[in-house]
């Protein structure tokens, strides 16, 4: 199992980017899912999150101008970003906190991460 992420790359403020991530291998269901960001140097920190019936959560810093969405029969959670800051520029992780597999559940599931790099 794990969580492949795309989407990233660079734009300008103002601009915007999507990111996704799918979850691959086999699995019979899937808890909430999220974006968190880290900044070299700093503290992982949440994005946003959605769980399994739908339910969003969002930073402060990025409520109004991102939004997250998941497609359970493709495995899948996106984050439409747009109206980016400079201060968006972070390496973007996708989360999955709980999933149920054939060998029992997993927990705490990280994708490997995508740049976004946002300039003024």
């Known amino acids: 199992v794990e969580l492949v992420e795309s989407g990233g790359g660079s734009v300008q403020a103002g601009g915007s980017l999507r990111l996704d991530c799918t979850a691959s291998g086999s699995i019979f269901t899937i808890g909430a899912m999220g974006w968190y960001r880290q900044i070299p140097g700093k503290q992982r920190e949440l994005v946003a999150t959605?769980?399994?019936?739908?339910?969003?959560n969002y930073a402060d810093s990025v409520k109004g101008r991102f939004a997250i969405s998941r497609d359970n029969a493709k495995k899948t959670v996106s984050l439409q970003m747009n109206s980016l800051k400079p201060d968006d520029t972070a390496v973007y992780y996708c989360?999955?906190?709980?999933?149920?597999?054939?060998?029992?559940?997993?927990?705490?599931?990280w994708g490997q991460g995508t740049r976004v790099t946002v300039s003024s």
């Open positions: 959605i769980t399994a019936a739908g339910d969003t």
């Open positions: 989360n999955i906190d709980r999933m149920g597999t054939p060998r029992g559940p997993l927990l705490d599931i």
